[in-house]
């Protein structure tokens, strides 16, 4: 069973276009973190939502934390190319102390066609 | 990848060898954390380190695995007696501090290949 689900798991559309992804849990998370990993490469980390409600933006992305931090969402406004990739969120599993793992979604792989 | 450095990025074995990943956290980290990725997958936690103590391996598979993060020298994951199903792409990440909110920055990973 999947702590973190996270969907669609792939999504192929035409440059110019709007999209979501979506993260969902049926525990809280004290935070949820959402990373970008392209081909051969480790995940980056895009952003980081602590608060119920909160929303951020960065550039064309737009994250948010459900108000009960139970789910959360990357809004792609545009897309790119460039934007093609595996999206992942993760957060620390509810119980794990101070230890610092991350548990992580299935991931949403993004090919964004010009 | 801010710094996290993993070698070798490629490893191939036959089955019955042994598996050796390598990882140097970023300068001034002195935690560490190791993921597996099946492909099409997201990432799963396998153990977390300070240096010379292992904090939690819950993930880790009870047998031929092992991890150490030594007082001098880079992280070391050691897979012994690999079996195909060890196939997978294996991450390293660092952070300064254990906060579950913390960045934690990840090295490009070993894609490990069992023949």
């Known amino acids: 069973t999947q702590l973190l689900e996270q969907s669609p798991q792939f999504l192929s559309i035409q440059e110019g276009e709007n999209l979501t992804v979506y993260c969902n849990s049926s525990?809280?998370?004290?935070?949820l973190q959402w990373y970008r990993q392209e081909p051969g490469e480790g995940p980056v980390l895009l952003v980081t939502?602590?608060?119920?409600?909160e929303v951020k933006k960065l550039k064309r992305l737009t994250f948010q934390f459900g108000d009960a931090r139970k789910d959360s969402s990357l809004h792609i406004t545009a897309a790119q190319p460039g934007d093609t990739g595996l999206y992942l969120c993760?957060?620390?599993?509810?119980?794990?102390?101070?230890?610092?793992?991350?548990?992580f979604g299935q991931g949403t792989t993004l090919q964004v066609k010009p | 990848n801010a710094g996290v450095m993993q070698n070798p990025r490629h490893l191939v074995r036959r089955r019955g060898q042994e598996a050796r990943l390598r990882c140097s956290p970023v300068?001034?980290?002195?935690?560490v954390y190791w993921y597996r990725q099946l492909p099409e997958e997201g990432l799963k936690f396998m153990v977390y380190?300070?240096?010379?103590?292992?904090?939690?391996e819950s993930g880790m598979p009870k047998e031929r695995f092992s991890a150490e993060f030594p007082k001098e020298g880079p992280s070391i994951l050691r897979i012994q007696q690999v079996v195909r199903g060890d196939s997978a792409a294996y991450f390293c990440?660092?952070?300064?501090?254990?906060?579950?909110?913390?960045?934690?920055?990840f090295g490009p990973g070993t894609r490990l290949t069992v023949l």
């Open positions: 990440a660092s952070s300064p501090i254990i906060w579950g909110s913390d960045t934690q920055y």
């Open positions: 525990s809280v998370f004290s935070s």
């Open positions: 939502v602590v608060t119920g409600g």
């Open positions: 993760a957060g620390a599993p509810p119980g794990s102390g101070n230890t610092g793992k991350l548990i």
């Open positions: 300068k001034g980290h002195s935690h």
């Open positions: 380190l300070q240096k010379e103590n292992i904090i939690d």
